[in-house]
């Protein structure tokens, strides 16, 4: 499995910006599709964004729709989650994760990060 760490989370006012980045070691990014997900406290783990091996295909969920971008550079073996117009709710610890199936269902993901805060106050 390929070894993920998450870096970027902070606490940002509402209404601003955050990017998350996802860095693979251990073996190459390349052929896993990438997925990030978030859970909060007493929550269950919500999908956020997907993006296939070769990043032509991207998925969202609904709740980040036209705010968040996922995107991935493979030459860099990194992933990328840049987060717009954040919201209170948007609060959480986001997770990247990689498999080699395209799904939005965490169980389909083999490989995870230990995850970053993200705050987001109002």
């Known amino acids: 499995q390929v070894q993920l760490v998450e870096s970027g989370g902070g606490l940002v006012q509402a209404g601003g910006s955050l990017r998350l980045s996802c860095a693979a070691s251990?073996?190459?990014?390349?052929?896993?599709?990438m997925a990030w997900f978030r859970q909060a406290p007493g929550e269950e783990r919500e999908f956020v964004a997907a993006?296939?091996?070769?990043?032509?295909?991207?998925i969202y969920g609904d709740s980040v729709k036209g705010r968040f971008t996922i995107a991935r550079d493979n030459g860099k073996n990194t992933g990328y989650l840049q987060m717009n117009s954040l919201r209170p709710e948007d609060t959480a610890a986001y997770y990247c994760?990689?498999?080699?199936?395209?799904?939005?269902?965490?169980?389909?993901?083999?490989?995870w990060g230990r995850g970053t805060q993200v705050t987001v106050s109002s």
């Open positions: 251990g073996r190459t990014l390349r052929p896993y599709n």
């Open positions: 994760a990689g498999s080699t199936a395209w799904s939005t269902s965490p169980t389909d993901f083999g490989s």
């Open positions: 993006i296939t091996w070769s990043g032509r295909v991207t």
